[in-house]
T-cell receptor, first 116, second 110 residues
């Protein structure tokens, strides 16, 4: 099956710094990727849709200047958490629809962000 | 926005028993999907059921969908310790965006 990777898997940063998270589709191309965040023992909340070659679309309540998304190529989307604060600490997960079965999404392993 | 609600929130069963969890949603959907998540990991797609389907099987998994009641159920038969995980339903209405339920944490005791 299709594989999506994320890097880093864990990151700890100081308040006020920016953190970049990468999401890569390893063996398929993804013109669209999705970014979610998940709080402990909670569900996934869709943050934004990353579109290759165009601007990301953000869900209601998600600050686009806070969470910068760049879909640089058909296999890479990045999420940058700018001026991170402790409340941004969360588990961030990306996904990409499969090429043949577009309804089935392939999820990355997630990135645990801790802001001190 | 999150539209799925799942119950129970947590389920503990003995190995070999069946596990059943339910999902309810609020708006019209194209399909409903079930995913599994091991602690601190990404999600794995289990099964997709389209809005015009009522039941679907995959191995030890059985999913039902009742669009009139806006609900779905996931049955795992003959559970194994390795089935211990959180299970999420997700509905897709359009644009391939998924709206996830709160999840059911399943613990299978050996």
């Amino acid at each position: 099956g299709a594989v999506v990777s994320q890097h880093p898997s864990r990151v700890i940063c100081k308040s006020g710094t920016s953190v970049k998270i990468e999401c890569r589709s390893l063996d398929f191309q993804a013109t669209t990727m999705f970014w979610y965040r998940q709080f402990p023992k909670k569900s996934l909340m869709l943050m934004a849709t990353s579109n290759e070659g165009s601007k990301a679309t953000y869900e209601q309540g998600v600050e686009k200047d806070k969470f910068l998304i760049n879909h640089a190529s058909l296999t890479l989307s990045t999420l940058t958490v700018t001026s991170a604060h402790p409340e941004d600490s969360s588990f961030y997960i990306c996904s990409a629809p499969g090429m043949e079965t577009y309804n089935e999404q392939f999820f990355g392993p997630g990135t645990r962000l801790t802001v001190l | 926005s999150q539209q799925g609600e799942e119950d129970p929130q947590a389920l503990s069963i003995q190995e070999g028993e069946n596990a059943t969890m339910n999902c309810s949603y609020k708006t019209s959907i194209n399909n409903l999907q079930w995913y599994r998540q091991n602690s601190g990991r990404g999600l794995v797609h289990l099964i997709l059921i389209r809005s015009n389907e009522r039941e679907k099987h995959s191995g030890r998994l059985r999913v039902t969908l009742d669009t009139s009641k806006k609900s779905s159920s996931l049955l795992i038969t003959a559970s194994r310790a390795a089935d211990t995980a959180s299970y999420f339903c997700a509905t897709e209405a359009n644009d391939y965006k998924l709206s996830f339920g709160a999840g059911t944490t399943v613990t299978v005791r050996a």
